[in-house]
């Protein structure tokens, strides 16, 4: 087994293009680019599109948008090339086919010219006998295969698998497990079309690209019994294999289920990359949460730079078990990290949401800027997400007040408040300078003077300057509003009351 201390670590990542990445697959991929990292070596992304019917339009962007976004650099791969390109399995077919040949050169190999109605027919004679279905050569004579090459009969390139020994793979995260091989069927390796399969392309492209540790799902467990076969038949060194457990539904040991992506969302759980794009999340939180996300360091410490990660992973820190995806854990993790951003950060953020929803436009006025610089810092530890800026602040970048009807039933819909609330826009009237110290002031004078209770004050005032039950510190918004909004949305919640709205 390769020694990390001793050699140049190689990893790599190698995602199909059928569609957006699952955020278990870019956690498996953090893993391997870790490792990778640790040990100062090389992390290669490859993409293994051999199979062109499942191929999605653009799915090739999204993975390397997506490992952009996540700050996952890679040293050989699309884009950056290399030493061992090129990184697309469609167009390394040279490779596949002179491995090919010597496979069958050597005998580990053989022609299946079996149609799928004859395999059919034994697979239906297994069930009937209660015995397992295994693919095993059948002898042809080479009359009978004279005659087939001459009609121009298709066939399939399969490994004969050797009867009688035991596959063991040295599992970094799992121990050694194995498998007999009278358990596995000799498998193709190479269609009639002419295109190579995933255990063999993988072993082609793993070795041809120096690759020393695979790190990967452990759903590939099972392709990796035939996939040492086939190294040990080309005569290449075996990489090391570490298999990364699963990420279960929130609450579950149940695999999350890309088919059940419309069923997560629904519950807000999200099992794509880009869905946390999408609502603002940052790349820091995101690392720090998958790496955490059965991996960890100690008992205590949870938070965790990209350099930290870089500095203590290892692959025997992490558990053999699945580990569940844990929505709110991702969601403090997220919290923790927009503390550390500076204003400019959080407003560069922020702009994308607000520029989509169509409340602000380019180019962004100073006024407009400095608006959102006061929305930010007055939103504070609420605003987790940047997506949050449009969700509890939409109110202080439109002019159209939009009533919450809880917040109007509880706080608006009672004797007086009318009356309060004509008393209060006297009030932001008059009141000089308008800033949170002197408006503050005049508000507990006011309640005092009138004997009312401070919360039957505020509470009124804050629904009908913003809409909403709750928000950020009352004084911070009738400033940010202004004088003049606070008052024409006062006399619009009038109306409303009045009209019997809302």
Same mark, same amino acid.
């Given at each position: 087994?390769?020694?990390?201390?001793?050699?140049?670590?190689?990893?790599?990542?190698?995602?199909?293009?059928?569609?957006?990445?699952?955020?278990?697959?870019?956690?498996?991929?953090?893993?391997?680019?870790?490792?990778?990292?640790?040990?100062?070596?090389?992390?290669?992304?490859?993409?293994?599109?051999?199979?062109?019917?499942?191929?999605?339009?653009?799915?090739?962007?999204?993975?390397?948008?997506?490992?952009?976004?996540?700050?996952?650099?890679?040293?050989?791969?699309?884009? /950056?090339?290399?030493?061992?390109?090129?990184?697309?399995?469609?167009?390394?077919?040279?490779?596949?086919?002179?491995?090919?040949?010597?496979?069958?050169?050597?005998?580990?190999?053989?022609?299946?010219?079996?149609?799928?109605?004859?395999?059919?027919?034994?697979?239906?004679?297994?069930?009937?006998?209660?015995?397992?279905?295994?693919?095993?050569?059948?002898?042809?004579?080479?009359?009978?295969?004279?005659?087939?090459?001459?009609?121009?009969?298709?066939?399939?390139?399969?490994?004969?698998?050797?009867?009688?020994?035991?596959? /063991?793979?040295?599992?970094?995260?799992?121990?050694?497990?194995?498998?007999?091989?009278?358990?596995?069927?000799?498998?193709?390796?190479?269609?009639?079309?002419?295109?190579?399969?995933?255990?063999?392309?993988?072993?082609?492209?793993?070795?041809?690209?120096?690759?020393?540790?695979?790190?990967?799902?452990?759903?590939?467990?099972?392709?990796?019994?035939?996939?040492?076969?086939?190294?040990?038949?080309?005569?290449?060194?075996?990489?090391?294999?570490?298999?990364?457990?699963?990420?279960?539904?929130?609450?579950?040991?149940?695999?999350?289920?890309?088919?059940?992506?419309?069923?997560?969302?629904?519950?807000?759980?999200?099992?794509? !990359?880009?869905?946390?794009?999408?609502?603002?999340?940052?790349?820091?939180?995101?690392?720090?949460?998958?790496?955490?996300?059965?991996?960890?360091?100690?008992?205590?410490?949870?938070?965790?730079?990209?350099?930290?990660?870089?500095?203590?992973?290892?692959?025997?820190?992490?558990?053999?078990?699945?580990?569940?995806?844990?929505?709110?854990?991702?969601?403090?993790?997220?919290?923790?990290?927009?503390?550390?951003?500076?204003?400019?950060?959080?407003?560069?953020?922020?702009?994308?949401?607000?520029?989509?929803?169509?409340?602000?436009?380019?180019?962004?006025?100073?006024?407009?800027?400095?608006?959102?610089?006061?929305?930010?810092?007055?939103?504070?530890?609420?605003?987790?997400?940047?997506?949050?800026?449009?969700?509890?602040?939409?109110?202080?970048?439109?002019?159209? !007040?939009?009533?919450?009807?809880?917040?109007?039933?509880?706080?608006?819909?009672?004797?007086?408040?009318?009356?309060?609330?004509?008393?209060?826009?006297?009030?932001?009237?008059?009141?000089?300078?308008?800033?949170?110290?002197?408006?503050?002031?005049?508000?507990?004078?006011?309640?005092?003077?009138?004997?009312?209770?401070?919360?039957?004050?505020?509470?009124?005032?804050?629904?009908?300057?913003?809409?909403?039950?709750?928000?950020?510190?009352?004084?911070?918004?009738?400033?940010?509003?202004?004088?003049?909004?606070?008052?024409?949305?006062?006399?619009?919640?009038?109306?409303?009351?009045?009209?019997?709205?809302?």
């Amino acid at each position: 087994m390769p020694d990390c201390e001793t050699m140049s670590v190689r990893t790599r990542f190698a995602p199909s293009p059928t569609g957006f990445l699952h955020i278990g697959g870019v956690r498996t991929a953090l893993f391997s680019w870790l490792l990778a990292r640790h040990f100062g070596g090389q992390f290669i992304l490859r993409i293994d599109d051999t199979d062109q019917e499942r191929h999605v339009d653009n799915a090739v962007n999204r993975i390397l948008d997506g490992f952009r976004w996540m700050e996952m650099d890679w040293d050989e791969g699309p884009e /950056v090339g290399g030493p061992h390109g090129p990184y697309f399995q469609s167009e390394r077919h040279e490779l596949y086919t002179r491995a090919a040949a010597k496979l069958e050169a050597s005998g580990h190999v053989y022609r299946d010219y079996s149609t799928q109605a004859e395999r059919d027919a034994d697979r239906a004679e297994s069930d009937r006998a209660k015995r397992a279905y295994r693919f095993r050569r059948k002898e042809v004579s080479e009359e009978t295969q004279r005659q087939y090459e001459a009609e121009g009969r298709p066939y399939a390139l399969r490994f004969q698998v050797p009867l009688g020994r035991t596959v /063991v793979v040295h599992d970094l995260i799992k121990g050694d497990v194995e498998q007999k091989t009278e358990e596995i069927s000799d498998f193709v390796i190479v269609r009639p079309d002419g295109t190579p399969l995933y255990n063999f392309a993988s072993v082609v492209d793993d070795a041809d690209m120096e690759i020393t540790h695979v790190v990967r799902a452990e759903e590939h467990l099972s392709n990796t019994y035939t996939q040492i076969l086939v190294f040990e038949a080309l005569g290449y060194t075996l990489p090391a294999f570490a298999h990364v457990p699963y990420v279960a539904e929130p609450g579950s040991r149940k695999k999350m289920s890309k088919r059940k992506g419309a069923e997560y969302k629904a519950n807000d759980v999200f099992v794509y !990359l880009s869905d946390y794009v999408d609502r603002g999340y940052l790349p820091q939180a995101m690392m720090n949460y998958l790496a955490r996300l059965g991996w960890s360091l100690d008992d205590s410490q949870e938070i965790f730079s990209r350099a930290e990660l870089i500095e203590k992973f290892t692959l025997d820190r992490v558990n053999s078990s699945p580990a569940s995806h844990d929505p709110d854990k991702l969601f403090w993790v997220q919290g923790e990290w927009m503390k550390t951003l500076p204003l400019e950060r959080k407003v560069e953020g922020a702009l994308p949401f607000l520029e989509k929803e169509g409340l602000v436009t380019e180019p962004v006025s100073p006024e407009t800027r400095t608006r959102i610089e006061a929305v930010i810092n007055a939103l504070g530890d609420r605003l987790k997400v940047f997506s949050d800026i449009v969700k509890l602040g939409r109110y202080f970048f439109t002019d159209t !007040l939009t009533h919450d009807p809880d917040a109007v039933k509880k706080r608006l819909r009672k004797e007086g408040v009318p009356a309060l609330l004509t008393a209060l826009d006297g009030l932001l009237a008059t009141v000089e300078p308008y800033d949170i110290p002197t408006l503050e002031k005049a508000v507990h004078e006011f309640a005092e003077t009138n004997s009312h209770p401070m919360g039957q004050v505020v509470n009124p005032l804050r629904v009908a300057t913003t809409g909403q039950g709750v928000g950020p510190g009352l004084y911070d918004c009738l400033v940010i509003l202004g004088r003049d909004s606070c008052r024409a949305r006062i006399a619009a919640t009038l109306a409303m009351l009045e009209a019997g709205a809302g």
